[in-house]
């Protein structure tokens, strides 16, 4: 029977646990200076090396040939640990021997010396299960043990573990095994069992394990099982059921352009492909912790498990983003990824999400509200332009022309002495269009003024209530039609009080200010004025 590679390739020495270099250093110390703790507790998540070390510790203390403080793996007592033949190494599963009366049994050999070895070594592993009588019937022999005895507790979750237990033991926390670690260690073993893999595959396997070497080494396992002798990135990709780097780069990138229409059609073809939406969820809240990272730390390398080239991507796509940005789509995806457990249609779920994400004016959060708040206060420091352009049909147009062609004049850079010598033809022709009321309006205009390409038509300030009416999209535009017409020049028209000159702008960027506007607030809420007196 074939053995799992994990379990082909579990470390015999301290020198190949991997990822662990301080628990090993302190353990080979105690060795040498022979200050050997009477109990251990071992914490870590799965799959980082405690078990192991436990046994690679348990061989060590016993070990007939010790050099450097490593197990010789030869000699008799060695030989009989690892194949179980000597009972002086003792493993108890805490999950399914959790009760009183298998730690009373314990309790009952701890009375017996080793046969072959120094010590005898019990290693309880997931020690956290055990019942709370367990915990006190084991307290009294923590307390007491015989010199000859070591007891090496391992857990996942240490938290769980009465106090009175962990005073009693020294305790040795497992990190998680680094990205590199573990790929380095993944192509060693590649090597060794003759198997192609490329870089980016070995990548994803190890950001896909969690820090676990074991896990890293189960999906190789798979993937080799899967593709013989040549491991692919998609191989992997298909077997995980994970979405590749290029599918996030594609879909933060429009949901940093606000292209909904585009992330939900992404997010189409993703189920098309049959890949787990959850999954899809998961990877995008690490896409944008990792650009999180990249907007407040320089230690990038060694927080985000990436390769360098793709940090260098995600360190360009962050520095478009605010950080309160970030923080947004975090907010919004953790709570999809808490609905999504007990949604009976998870498809309409992270599409809403999707919207959220790429429509800011659709989520109500704090975050959203000062993403808005910071659009606004941009188009008021930059200031705002409307520029519309009125629709005339082509029969209309054509009588228009008609009626103007004997009056148009050829000015190519027209000063306000031009425009006042032409205003009577401007009027006349607005006569001539019958719009009677347009004409009575503009015979009390005050002076002219043009600035860039704008033509800025004054009144006196008792005349607000014309400059109002006039500077209505429709009247302007009909104005600005005419006056074009008869200057055959491009200006735009505004109507100003004389008062407001002062407080004149270049009205460059007023379209899109608009369009920022829309985005952040309904069209329906938004009324625009003319002139800041006019707020």
């Known amino acids: 029977m074939n053995k799992a590679l994990y379990r082909i390739y579990r470390p015999l020495n301290f020198k ?87 730690i009373r049994e314990l309790r009952e050999n701890v009375k017996y010396p080793p046969t072959k070895g120094r010590y005898k070594v019990y290693i309880i592993d997931e020690v956290h299960m055990l019942s709370q009588g367990a915990f006190n019937a084991l307290l009294k022999t923590l307390e007491e043990p015989p010199s000859y005895i070591i007891f090496i507790l391992a857990t996942t979750e240490p938290h769980k573990i009465p106090a009175t237990i962990l005073s009693r033991c020294q305790k040795f926390d497992f ?32 950001r ?30 298909n077997l995980l059921g994970t979405v590749n780097i290029d599918f996030l780069f594609k879909m933060s990138e429009y949901i940093i352009n606000e292209d909904a229409k585009r992330a939900l059609e992404l997010l189409n073809e993703l189920i098309i492909w049959g890949k787990d939406i959850k999954h899809f969820l998961d990877d995008l809240v690490d896409h944008f912790r990792n650009l999180m990272i990249c907007k407040v730390s320089d230690e990038l390398y060694e927080i985000i498990n990436l390769p360098v080239e793709t940090i260098g991507i995600l360190k360009s796509q962050s520095e478009r983003l605010d950080l309160n940005d970030i923080i947004r789509v975090i907010n919004i995806l953790s709570d999809a990824q808490n609905n999504i457990k007990y949604s009976s249609n998870p498809r309409i779920l992270v599409e809403i999400t999707i919207m959220k994400l790429s429509q800011p004016i659709l989520d109500k959060s704090n975050e959203s509200i000062l993403k808005r708040i910071q659009k606004i206060e941009s188009v008021i420091r930059n200031g705002i332009k409307i520029e519309r ?21 050829d000015v190519k850079d027209p000063n306000v002495e031009e425009i006042e010598k032409l205003w009577p033809e401007v009027l006349d022709c607005i006569k001539r269009d019958k719009n009677v009321s347009v004409q009575a309006m503009l015979r009390e205009v005050k002076s002219f003024k043009i600035e860039n390409d704008t033509l800025i038509i004054v009144f006196d300030d008792e005349f607000r209530f014309i400059k109002d009416r006039l500077n ?58 003319n002139s800041i007196t006019d707020v």
Request: a negative charge.
């Open 175 to 206: 990190k998680r095994v680094r990205v590199d670690d573990i790929i380095a260690r993944m192509k060693n073993i590649c090597r060794d069992i003759n198997v192609e893999i490329d870089e980016k595959a070995l990548n994803l396997i190890a």
């Open 472 to 529: 209505r999209d429709e009247n302007k535009n009909y104005i600005q039609n005419v006056i074009n017409e008869v200057t055959n020049q491009g200006l735009k028209v505004k109507m100003s009080l004389k008062s407001e000159l002062m407080d004149f702008r270049d009205e460059g960027k007023e379209d899109e200010g608009i369009k920022i506007l829309e985005n952040v607030f309904p069209k329906d809420i938004i009324e625009v004025k």
């Open 16 to 102: 190949d646990v991997i990822g662990q270099e301080h628990v090993i250093k302190t353990l080979k110390n105690q060795i040498e200076n022979n200050n050997i703790a009477h109990a251990y507790l071992f914490s870590g998540t799965r799959g980082t090396g405690k078990t192991s070390t436990a046994k690679i510790f348990a061989r060590a203390v016993n070990c007939l040939n010790l050099k450097n403080e490593e197990p010789c793996n030869e000699c008799e007592v060695c030989k009989g640990i690892l194949s179980d033949s000597i009972m002086d190494v003792i493993e108890i599963d805490a999950a399914s021997n959790n009760g009183v009366d298998d």
């Open 389 to 409: 352009q009125v629709s005339i049909s082509g029969k209309e147009n054509k009588e228009i022309k008609n009626k103007r062609r004997d009056i148009v004049k």
């Open 208 to 237: 896909n394990s969690g820090g676990a070497l074991r896990d890293a080494l189960s999906i190789l396992d798979q993937c080799v099982s899967y593709s013989e002798n040549k491991v692919e990135y998609e191989d992997v990709v």
